[in-house]
């Protein structure tokens, strides 16, 4: 039976504060979040919901005398294996939406980077239906089909292989097709999940984060997924109907593949317009128009299947399906070219050529970008090699004698991912070794600091401390390795051009630099059991982050951190948690402030982003109720610079005037993910920000001492990125500002 609403009518409880608690990407149960295990949700459901302590339990009470309440979510991010494992198949979807958030702040070119982060999503939807075109129709209708050999045995494929090579195309492409559905139907249902928990007084204000709850349903987000399914239905389109051309051009194709060209250069334009796509009013043409768009595409789509199965012509002979290596690599030069124009307008913005320490220097956008891309590639490639290889019979490292031959621009990105995944690998350790010793210097004296003259018996408790802060130092060497590895994917995206004129890998190399093709056909087969090994690890990682909070730490953090942003430049992303999350606590935060006399707002890792955006979205009158207590959190180590738009300086000394600076941050040097907001307070560094921002942020001397206390055979643990809810340091913090609601209370009239 749940405890009785905050709005149920009762009056205001004089004196009592609520400490209100958020997990982070750990997804700790609701008992271990409030440190008891007797506990029963009072509001929410299975998937999300706020819990209490049983009254009968011993912990009822929090430090000060605080209400304890906590908000567990981490079902809404990767709460079933099912929804976990995705995580291979949207990871390329996700990083490209993650893009758009990451737009420089400031500047007269963000459209211009808009418009570029959408065409890239645009093109990863393309990758994706031709990736099922070149098994369905490359590999399967046109080679294998063609192909005694092939055939032999495969009784369910030899009955289709008899019928005119038309009909077995337009029979086939309906699996590209119902992928391309597929995908559409999850979409559809996935942005239909949260509607109940949306506030109907929300307003998006700009491009702060009070509108992260609505962006995802806006009328934008429709036209999105609108379009990219219609370019993906055109694209496919013109994979048939650059086939049926090879076979002689009719008034027919004619007609039809100008149709197609205009359907796709409509959808371009749609997403190069912002005003068309973000400012149309509801129901008016601009609104209706990527709905018609769609529509036609699917007529053109039947249109296309009927020309194709029905029209005897004489189809020729050839190793592969006629134009669609061409398109292949035309997509995969275009999406090099968008990609080294984002990271130029990036570089060049108003502002850009800013040198402070950041961690992807500004350019997050392109960095991610050229990531997606990149994986993208990789793992088409895979798939279209692997279906190659079970048709033909034969293991990888060998050249197919038949069918199996993927299209030149699949050979390059398999052969590029690995070139640079061992690249990136190498830098990795370059940078790791270059700056040990700088990091090293720096962890010693924050130990020295610390623990001033440690006792002879304390050294390896010391040693074991600077160990941790050397570890969480690597932090900031993250963004030149993320950088160097996006320069390695453009160059290898690059590659394409090669084959668009017809190179390919091992007769270039041979020719080039001499290499036997055996050698390359061996780097090729371990690029493809490297790919393969990536998607086994993603997807026994999400298995077990669906199942281990300790391992969802590490593994799922990527995804909780990608599904926090909405859908606004790939709506085939997987869902977002903050459609649910903001509204949600935003209306339980206004239940507890018209009972009690205030409430403070507890954020871990990540529950302190989504504190974040949801302080912004309280009432006036409840925001004079609230104090915020952040620790481990990422808000400004990596959040305010990988988006610097939503979350940059401005935002965050936004939110401290908006709770009249009733704010504090605890961090150590030994967590790799959270640190300091305004004052970095390290060795050496300047308190260059002045107060009160200067007031919120109290380091932690992690772990609290390097000697066991009396009574007890070992030293405080180190906490890192650890929640320390039951650290006396975090008791402290959350009574000193339920001691300032009370003041502020007792102020008012």
């Given at each position: 039976m749940r405890e009785e609403s905050p709005s149920s009518g009762q009056g205001r409880l004089s004196g009592e504060i609520v400490e209100l608690r958020v997990h982070g990407v750990a997804g700790a149960g609701a008992g271990q979040v409030l440190g008891c295990r007797d506990v029963r949700q009072v509001a929410g459901d299975r998937r999300a919901g706020f819990y209490r302590p049983r009254t009968q339990s011993r912990h009822t009470r929090g430090a000060g005398g605080t209400v304890l309440e906590a908000y567990q979510w981490s079902d809404l991010a990767s709460g079933t294996a099912a929804r976990t494992?995705?995580?291979?198949?949207?990871?390329?979807?996700?990083?490209?939406?993650?893009?758009?958030?990451?737009?420089?702040?400031?500047?007269?070119?963000?459209?211009?980077?808009?418009?570029?982060?959408?065409?890239?999503?645009?093109?990863?939807?393309?990758?994706?239906?031709?990736?099922?075109?070149?098994?369905?129709?490359?590999?399967?209708?046109?080679?294998?089909?063609?192909?005694?050999?092939?055939?032999?045995?495969?009784?369910?494929?030899?009955?289709?292989?008899?019928?005119?090579?038309?009909?077995?195309?337009?029979?086939?492409?309906?699996?590209?097709?119902?992928?391309?559905?597929?995908?559409?139907?999850?979409?559809?249902?996935?942005?239909?999940?949260?509607?109940?928990?949306?506030?109907?007084?929300?307003?998006?204000?700009?491009?702060?984060?009070?509108?992260?709850?609505?962006?995802?349903?806006?009328?934008?987000?429709?036209?999105?997924?609108?379009?990219?399914?219609?370019?993906?239905?055109?694209?496919?389109?013109?994979?048939?109907?650059?086939?049926?051309?090879?076979?002689?051009?009719?008034?027919?194709?004619?007609?039809?593949?100008?149709?197609?060209?205009?359907?796709?250069?409509?959808?371009?334009?749609?997403?190069?317009?912002?005003?068309?796509?973000?400012?149309?009013?509801?129901?008016?043409?601009?609104?209706?128009?990527?709905?018609?768009?769609?529509?036609?595409?699917?007529?053109?789509?039947?249109?296309?299947?009927?020309?194709?199965?029905?029209?005897?012509?004489?189809?020729?002979?050839?190793?592969?399906?006629?134009?669609?290596?061409?398109?292949?690599?035309?997509?995969?030069?275009?999406?090099?070219?968008?990609?080294?124009?984002?990271?130029?307008?990036?570089?060049?913005?108003?502002?850009?050529?800013?040198?402070?320490?950041?961690?992807?220097?500004?350019?997050?956008?392109?960095?991610?970008?050229?990531?997606?891309?990149?994986?993208?590639?990789?793992?088409?490639?895979?798939?279209?090699?692997?279906a190659a290889s079970l048709l033909s019979r034969q293991p990888l490292m060998l050249r197919p004698r038949d069918l199996a031959v993927p299209v030149p621009a699949y050979r390059w990105a398999i052969l590029a991912f690995f070139l640079t995944t061992i690249a990136a690998v190498t830098a990795c350790a370059i940078i790791i070794l270059s700056t040990r010793t700088d990091r090293r210097r720096t962890a010693a004296a924050i130990a020295a600091r610390d623990y001033p003259a440690p006792p002879p018996e304390a050294n390896a408790q010391v040693r074991r401390v600077e160990r941790a802060v050397i570890r969480a130092s690597f932090t900031e060497q993250l963004g030149s390795l993320a950088i160097t590895y996006a320069c390695l994917t453009v160059i290898g995206l690059a590659a394409s051009v090669l084959a668009l004129v017809g190179l390919e890998p091992n007769p270039l190399a041979r020719s080039l630099l001499g290499v036997p093709s055996n050698v390359l056909s061996v780097v090729m087969a371990i690029g493809n059991y490297l790919i393969l090994a990536v998607v086994v690890g993603l997807l026994v990682g999400g298995l077990f982050a669906s199942r281990t909070a300790g391992f969802r730490r590490y593994v799922g953090v990527l995804w909780d951190l990608g599904t926090f942003w909405p859908r606004a430049a790939h709506p085939f992303a997987p869902p977002c948690y903050t459609e649910r999350a903001v509204p949600e606590l935003t209306d339980r935060i206004c239940q507890l402030a018209r009972r009690y006399d205030g409430v403070v707002l507890s954020g871990h890792s990540q529950g302190s982003v989504i504190l974040a955006a949801t302080v912004l979205r309280l009432p006036p009158e409840v925001r004079r109720r609230v104090a915020l207590l952040t620790y481990a959190s990422p808000l400004k180590r990596l959040c305010a610079q990988l988006y610097p738009a939503y979350l940059g300086g401005p935002v965050l000394h936004e939110i401290g005037d908006q709770i009249g600076w009733r704010w504090l941050n605890l961090w150590s040097n030994t967590d790799p993910i959270g640190g300091w907001i305004f004052s970095t307070q390290r060795p050496g560094d300047p308190?260059?920000?002045?107060?009160?921002?200067?007031?919120?942020?109290?380091?932690?001397?992690?772990?609290?001492?390097?000697?066991?206390?009396?009574?007890?055979?070992?030293p405080p643990p180190i906490w890192g990125h650890t929640p320390y809810e039951s650290d006396d340091r975090y008791a402290a913090a959350v009574r000193e500002l339920a001691d300032r609601l009370r003041a502020d209370r007792a102020q008012r009239p």
């Open positions: 494992l995705s995580l291979v198949f949207l990871l390329p979807f996700m990083l490209s939406n993650v893009t758009f958030w990451m737009r420089p702040a400031g500047g007269g070119l963000q459209s211009g980077v808009t418009v570029l982060c959408r065409l890239v999503a645009l093109t990863l939807t393309l990758v994706y239906a031709l990736t099922a075109a070149g098994v369905a129709l490359d590999l399967l209708a046109w080679k294998c089909m063609g192909s005694s050999r092939c055939l032999a045995g495969r009784g369910w494929l030899s009955w289709l292989g008899a019928r005119p090579v038309g009909l077995r195309l337009a029979l086939l492409a309906l699996v590209p097709f119902a992928a391309v559905a597929l995908v559409w139907f999850l979409n559809a249902r996935q942005t239909r999940s949260y509607g109940a928990f949306r506030l109907p007084t929300a307003k998006p204000q700009g491009e702060h984060l009070t509108a992260l709850d609505r962006w995802d349903v806006s009328p934008r987000a429709k036209r999105l997924h609108a379009i990219h399914v219609a370019a993906a239905f055109v694209t496919l389109d013109v994979v048939l109907l650059a086939a049926r051309a090879a076979a002689g051009a009719s008034v027919t194709v004619v007609v039809l593949s100008a149709l197609a060209g205009a359907l796709l250069a409509t959808c371009v334009v749609l997403l190069c317009v912002p005003g068309l796509l973000d400012s149309a009013p509801i129901a008016s043409t601009t609104d209706r128009m990527p709905l018609v768009l769609r529509a036609v595409a699917g007529g053109l789509t039947v249109a296309t299947l009927g020309s194709v199965a029905v029209e005897p012509v004489r189809w020729p002979r050839s190793n592969g399906l006629p134009g669609y290596d061409d398109i292949v690599a035309i997509v995969f030069v275009t999406q090099t070219a968008l990609l080294v124009a984002l990271a130029v307008l990036v570089l060049w913005r108003p502002g850009g050529r800013d040198r402070r320490p950041a961690l992807l220097r500004g350019l997050g956008a392109a960095v991610v970008a050229a990531v997606a891309t990149g994986l993208a590639g990789a793992l088409s490639g895979e798939l279209v090699y692997r308190r260059a920000c002045p107060p009160p921002a200067v007031l919120v942020d109290r380091r932690l001397r992690d772990p609290e001492d390097v000697l066991a206390p009396p009574g007890d055979s070992t």
